[in-house]
């Protein structure tokens, strides 16, 4: 079965310092990687995605992310936070054909708090 | 508003009732998704709809609880007899049909209390 793991389960940061999450994922075969981001009180919102082409993706807000084929993982970046990144942040994974086409597999979350 | 709508937002009910949340998901969205997410954790998957056919079911979900989607527009999830391991957010997304990019988008979540 497909598993998501995210490596830090809370990051406390200070503004302008640079903020990098890891997300690994178990999966041998095509898959489509998201990032999605939980503001305080808000739902769920799409940060960013890769289904193919250019392993480094742009999302909304600056945020970044690099797929590595070889090392599974979908890393999360952004040169320079502000106070206002202060959310929850979900990996998740799509993994595609088998008896898992169209569920995702989320990671468990990393809490990000951006200190002023 | 546009996106994906659940309703109600919050309950709160007693051990042994049962509870039924719905969710519109997006009106060209023929694809449904149910996840129940606990504190700390992502979300969990729990069922899957195509239009109006349930195509997947999480094998970690009890038979207490069942999901319709009658009409292939809005869904609703039902538990019967809720359990206190029961209280969690039940959010339900959905995505466009297939050829597009398989991304969900999220309704607002149904924050589930059991007393």
């Known amino acids: 079965a497909q598993s998501v793991s995210q490596h830090n389960h809370h990051v406390i940061l200070s503004e302008a310092a640079s903020l990098e999450l890891g997300c690994n994922y178990s999966y041998g075969g095509t898959v489509n990687l998201f990032w999605y981001v939980q503001y305080p009180g808000q739902h769920l919102q799409l940060l960013l995605k890769?289904?193919?082409?250019?392993?480094l993706v742009k999302g909304i807000k600056g945020f970044e992310a690099e797929f590595i084929k070889s090392k599974f993982s979908f890393n999360l970046r952004k040169p320079s936070v502000q106070w206002s990144d202060t959310a929850e942040y979900f990996c998740?994974?799509?993994?595609?054909?088998?008896?898992?086409?169209?569920?995702?597999?989320f990671g468990a979350g990393t809490q990000v708090v951006v200190t002023p | 508003d546009t996106g994906v709508s659940q309703d109600p937002r919050h309950k709160i009910t007693k051990r042994g009732q049962n509870v039924t949340f719905r969710c519109d998901p997006i009106s060209e969205h023929n694809r449904l998704y149910w996840y129940r997410q606990t504190l700390g954790q992502g979300p969990e998957f729990l069922t899957y709809?195509?239009?109006?056919?349930?195509?997947?079911k999480s094998r970690l979900l009890s038979d207490r609880f069942s999901a319709e989607r009658p009409k292939g527009s809005f869904s609703t999830l039902e538990i019967q007899r809720t359990e206190q391991g029961d209280s969690a957010m039940y959010l339900c997304?959905?995505?466009?049909?297939?050829?597009?990019?398989?991304?969900?988008?999220f309704g607002p979540g149904t924050r589930l209390t059991v007393t």
């Open positions: 890769y289904f193919s082409g250019d392993p």
């Open positions: 998740a994974v799509n993994a595609l054909g088998g008896d898992s086409w169209g569920k995702f597999q």
């Open positions: 997304a959905s995505s466009p049909p297939p050829g597009g990019t398989y991304e969900q988008y």
């Open positions: 709809f195509q239009n109006e056919a349930q195509l997947e």
